[in-house]
């Protein structure tokens, strides 16, 4: 074979392998919608989900098993894709760039208002640094004006499941790598998240978690989280993009992101 066809072979070749990088590379970024990974912080998701995954569980099952007892992930309950495409970084930037939006702290002891969305996304939506207090940490999260962010969750679908009694609030969020919030409780509720990945760790009512309410959970996981025996360490799950996390009413619960991740709860109230 002359020297030519070698050469045309391995520009044959190396064309190739630059085509199929570039695929890989784009389906990645169409599956994060173009938000960032983790980064630097290579978050990493629990050794073993202790949380119960379901696919097609029924309200019955939804109800006598979990309503009142234990939280639950659900999977395959609704069809957000539209949604999911809605919140991408491009389209979201583009629909509501120029809004204003307000930030909580983790701890909520604080809000800085008066921030467009672009630039919360281009300056402040980075991997949180591990030695931040809870109320450095600003992310969006609730608040949300409904009158301008009302055309985006006419989209959502959210879960078919209701409890006797309540009315669902949305809160909508997005949040950067190793963002999240410390222990805390409130009625029921769930959360799905539509980019990214969420570690959750739960306790029930009666078990009161040791944490300092100021510092971040990513603090927490790496301090404290280590030293404690296996009998009291919480229930602990990464939620995936397009599954929901339901919790019971009163349980504790922090929140740790794994990823820039795009997510909307519905409270139960």
């Known amino acids: 074979m002359g020297l030519a066809r070698?050469?045309?072979?391995?520009?044959?070749?190396?064309?190739?392998l630059g085509l199929v990088a570039l695929a890989f590379l784009e389906s990645g970024t169409a599956a994060s919608g173009g938000w960032e990974l983790s980064g630097h912080l290579a978050l990493e998701e629990e050794e073993q989900c202790t949380v119960d995954r379901r696919a097609n569980l029924t309200y019955s099952e939804f109800i006598?098993?979990?309503?009142?007892?234990?939280?639950?992930?659900?999977?395959?309950?609704?069809?957000?894709?539209?949604?999911?495409?809605?919140?991408?970084?491009e389209k979201l930037l583009a629909e509501f760039g120029d809004f204003k939006i307000r930030l909580s702290t983790a701890n909520t002891f604080s809000y800085q208002k008066?921030?467009?969305?672009?630039?919360?996304?281009?300056q402040l939506l980075q991997p949180q640094d591990p030695n931040s207090l809870g109320n450095d940490t600003l992310y969006f999260f609730g608040d949300n004006n409904f009158t301008e962010w009302g055309g985006l969750f006419q989209h959502y679908s959210p879960p078919p499941f209701r409890l006797l009694g309540t009315t669902a609030a949305?809160?909508?969020?997005?949040?950067?790598?190793?963002?999240?919030?410390?222990?805390?409780?409130?009625?029921?509720?769930?959360?799905?998240?539509?980019f990214g990945r969420k570690r959750w760790f739960l306790y029930p009512p009666e078990k009161t978690p040791d944490f300092h309410p100021n510092k971040t959970t990513l603090a927490w996981l790496r301090n404290t989280y280590p030293a404690l025996p296996i009998t009291e360490r919480p229930l602990q799950c990464t939620v995936q993009a397009g599954e929901v996390l339901y919790f019971p009413d009163?349980?504790?619960?922090?929140?740790?992101?794994?990823?820039?991740?795009?997510?909307?709860?519905?409270?139960?109230?």
């Not at 070698?6 to 190739?16: A, E, H, K, P, S």
């Not at 990823?259 to 909307?264: E, G, L, M, Q």
């Open 6 to 16: 070698w050469r045309w072979l391995g520009m044959r070749r190396f064309l190739f």
């Open 64 to 89: 006598h098993q979990y309503a009142f007892s234990k939280p639950v992930i659900l999977q395959r309950l609704t069809n957000n894709s539209l949604f999911q495409d809605l919140c991408s970084k």
């Open 114 to 122: 008066d921030l467009s969305f672009q630039d919360y996304v281009e």
């Open 170 to 194: 949305y809160s909508f969020g997005i949040a950067g790598a190793g963002s999240g919030v410390p222990f805390h409780w409130h009625g029921p509720g769930y959360s799905e998240v539509i």
């Open 250 to 269: 009163r349980w504790w619960h922090a929140t740790l992101n794994l990823d820039t991740s795009v997510f909307i709860s519905t409270f139960l109230g």
